[in-house]
Every structure is written in C-alpha cells, then in structure tokens.
C-alpha cells in the first residue's frame, strides 16, 4: 500500500507530464509568408520537453504550417503589412480547433476534441524581439514604417515628420497651418501692391503737368501684380 505522500506526488507528476501537451502562447519566427491566404508557416523559438521515466529532454517543435495571421482588423477596415523569414510573431493556441470557424464564419462545433493544441495556432505580428526597434520611440509617439528606413512619426502634440530612423526628418504643414501661413502671406503680398499703386518719384525734372519736381502716377502704369486668392485647402507633401 503506497502512502498518501507518495500518491500526491505521483498524480502530480502525471499532471505535469499531462500540462507538457498543453499549449497557450509562445514566439515563432516566420518561415514563409503567404499573402493572399494571409497564413504563416511558422518555428515555434521555445523548445519542447519531453518527459521519459527516469529524465527529461527538449527538442524542437516541427514547423506549424498554414496558420492563420491575425492583423487588426473588422469587418470593414484592416491593417495588413507583409511578413518575412525571420520575422517574429507570437503564436497563440485556442482552447479549440478552429477549422470549421474558418470555413464558415460562424458558431460552430469544435469538431476535434484536442485542446490547446499545435494545430490551433494562430500568429500575431510581432513578438518579444531580442533588439530595439523604432517602437521604442512611441512613449510618445505613433510609428509607422521601416527599421533603418522612412518613418512616420505622429506626436502627441499634433505634429507630424517624415524622415528615418537615422535621425533625417521633415515636417508635414497640416492643412489649417498651411492656410493659416498662407493666408499670412497673402496679406503681407497684399501690402506690398497697394504700397506700390500708391508710390511716387521725387525727382529734379520739370513736366508739364503737376507741380515741378513730382511726378504723379497716371494711368498708364504697367498693371500691378494680381492679389493672392483665397486657400480652400491645402496639401502637403514633404519628401527627402
């Protein structure tokens, strides 16, 4: 007869053996992308372990084929950006099978029992990478684009560059400044005409009409440069 002490440790050990099959979440690094199926064929980063009688080992998980990535998405809008080798993603494993989802789109019947298994996984863009990236930066910041490459960086302030990762960067004028810095320019051009209509020579030479020494302005002056319409709107766009 065993003892209490030993029976507790020995359904533990069968529920850890047990646990090993169970999968929730784990990186895997990209190994092909298909972008029409949007799936991943995908390496699972974290080992598996094998439980033995006397010892344990670890050995790697084959690679998880067509699995679905998930993007932001709704049924009306979507983020999609393409994936690399190489690229990491996070893999998630349902509780179930989500084939028959897949294909309808609806509640279904989980069809195969197995539970938090390999071939419920789906992979979410992006994961625990091992180096900093330009998502550093957005402490106070939104960053769209490349590592090492053009970004877009739209600040809490309202202000928005274009540049690179490398430090290079221009600002965008949204379109109520640049009307605003427009309209302001339009002003001063303004001035400038009726300063210029208005303007006359002092001079030593005698005309025939008007008082000597002035030269008054006639008719026949050249038109005068024509004044800044008004700007409805206005678009910006800033390049390197």
Known sequence: MTSPTRDAELWRKVLDYRLLDVHTAMPGKVVSFDAVAQTVDVQPQIKHVIAGETSEAVDSYPVLRNVPVIYQR????????????????????????????????????????????????????????PAASPVAETIDALIVGYDGGALVKIKSDGSIEIGSSSGAKQYVALGTDTKAEISALRDAVDAIVTAYNAHIHITTATV????????????SSATPPPVVGDVASTKVKAEE
């Open 74 to 129: 709704t049924a009306k809008v979507a983020m999609a950006f393409p994936l690399e080798a190489g690229d990491i993603v996070t893999l998630i494993f349902n509780e179930w099978a989500i084939d028959a989802f897949r294909e309808k789109g609806e509640e279904t019947h989980p069809v195969d029992l197995d539970r938090h298994d390999l071939a419920s996984a789906v992979a979410l863009p992006g994961g625990p990478y």
């Open 208 to 219: 025939s009409a008007g008082p000597p020494g002035v030269i008054a302005p006639t008719t």
